[in-house]
């Protein structure tokens, strides 16, 4: 149970939001079933679009008026509380929290303006950073110039690249010198939205380094490795200079060419509305975020989803998008168990199959050039203890002191 020093007014007013969202949401979800069944379609018949008539239309017209009022009430009372909220503590578990919610319907929070919704912010020990130079200079005790930026990936945040007393930024900073920066972000955004943000935090934090930079890495796990692909991409549209100064990236997990987990809920949320009697629920399905269905193929630029229904099923529409030029890039995916077979390989981790994980593709053109070298497995071992197994962080090691 939440202690009262852990309740935020800003938590308060957002999920009283939800609240009420989710109240219109259901409202419209029974409407939209009671017109179907009024009518009596056939079973494959095309669903009736628009509310229910009669007293039932009146019925469900008058829960979203209350349902309006409500809010407005919620708004009224709380809204300016928020302006006045200073977060002296932010515990792990309501960080976990709103990490999970953002990843899962963030690009909602954000455009409905919930302040539950997670701005990009570059970290340290979950604390943001300003970034100018004198102010990393004071928030950061031992900087120097070896720099690590880690991404995390979906419904995550930066602590929880701390699993099992092992954090593998801390790490890197013990034994080759690395001064870990960690990037935290609303996961439920489109992958390319996150890209362009990221390269220009990155260009930023670049410009004001205290120290004379010389070497900068990226290590992401699962989405943060797109979300970084992405923003190099962007960046050299852009023309920023960070990413000549980039030395490495090393790729945890990250589902290059997608998830299955996606594709699946794709698939259900189209028989899903074959029926009229069923197509209401396609509401729920779609309540997904653009950032899972970005995961469906792996999506990195706005030309992947733009003028598209993200819940339509379609076909990998990507535009190739190589490695980075000039970069060396390092993959580590994972295998469930030891065997290595092909069955274990196609489930990979749990989440992300070994192909994704090492960019392979049966179109040439969308594979990934990960050298024989760059590539490692690892076995007995899932999607989350990719950050913590030892022989992970050894791999990783072994790959940015060389």
Not at 374 to 384: A, E, Y
């Amino acid at each position: 149970m939440a202690k009262k020093s852990d309740i935020h007014s800003a938590d308060l007013l957002g999920f009283s939001r939800l609240a009420v969202d989710a109240t219109a949401g259901i409202t419209a979800l029974a409407e939209a079933l009671h017109h179907n069944i009024a009518l009596a379609p056939g079973i494959f018949d095309t669903p009736a679009q628009g509310p229910a008539g009669g007293i039932a239309g009146l019925v469900y017209e008058s829960i979203r008026s209350v349902t309006g009022l409500v809010s407005g009430g919620i708004e009224a009372t709380l809204a300016p509380l928020v302006p006045m909220l200073k977060e002296k503590r932010s515990p792990p578990e309501r960080q976990a929290v709103l990490a999970a919610l953002n990843g899962v319907m963030g690009d909602y929070l954000a455009a409905t303006d919930n302040p539950l919704a997670i701005s990009m912010r570059l970290r340290r020990a979950g604390k943001p950073l300003t970034l100018e130079r004198e102010a990393l200079a004071g928030s950061i005790p031992r900087f120097n110039g070896k720099l690590a930026v880690l991404a995390h990936g979906l419904c995550m945040n930066d602590l929880q690249w701390t699993r099992k007393r092992h954090n593998h930024g801390a790490a890197l900073a013990r034994d080759l010198g690395y001064t870990p920066v960690h990037l935290h972000y609303n996961s439920g955004l489109h992958i390319s939205t996150n890209g362009q943000s990221f390269a220009t935090l990155l260009e930023a934090l670049l410009e004001q380094w205290p120290a004379p930079l010389e070497e900068f890495v990226i290590v992401a796990h699962s989405m943060g490795g797109l979300v970084s692909r992405s923003a190099y991409h962007y960046a050299t549209v852009a023309q920023h200079k960070w990413p000549a100064r980039l030395r490495k990236i090393v790729f945890l997990g990250t589902p290059h060419h997608g998830t299955p987990l996606e594709v699946v809920a794709n698939w259900v949320n189209g028989a899903l509305d074959l029926s009229p009697y069923t197509a209401a629920f396609t509401r729920l399905a779609n309540v997904r975020s653009a950032g899972i269905t970005d995961l469906r193929y792996g999506n990195l630029l706005d030309d992947d989803w733009h003028g598209r229904d993200r819940f339509e099923h379609a076909g990998d529409l990507r535009r190739p998008m190589p490695l980075p030029e000039g970069v060396p890039c390092y993959a580590i995916a994972a295998t469930g168990e030891k065997t290595g077979d092909r069955d274990d390989e196609l489930l990979g981790d749990g989440i992300v199959p070994v192909n994704s994980a090492l960019g392979r593709h049966s179109d040439p053109a969308m594979t990934l050039s990960f050298g024989e070298s760059r590539q490692w497995i690892g076995h007995n071992m899932n999607h989350f203890e990719l950050l913590s197994k030892p022989a992970v962080y050894e791999q990783i090691k072994r790959w940015l002191e060389v």
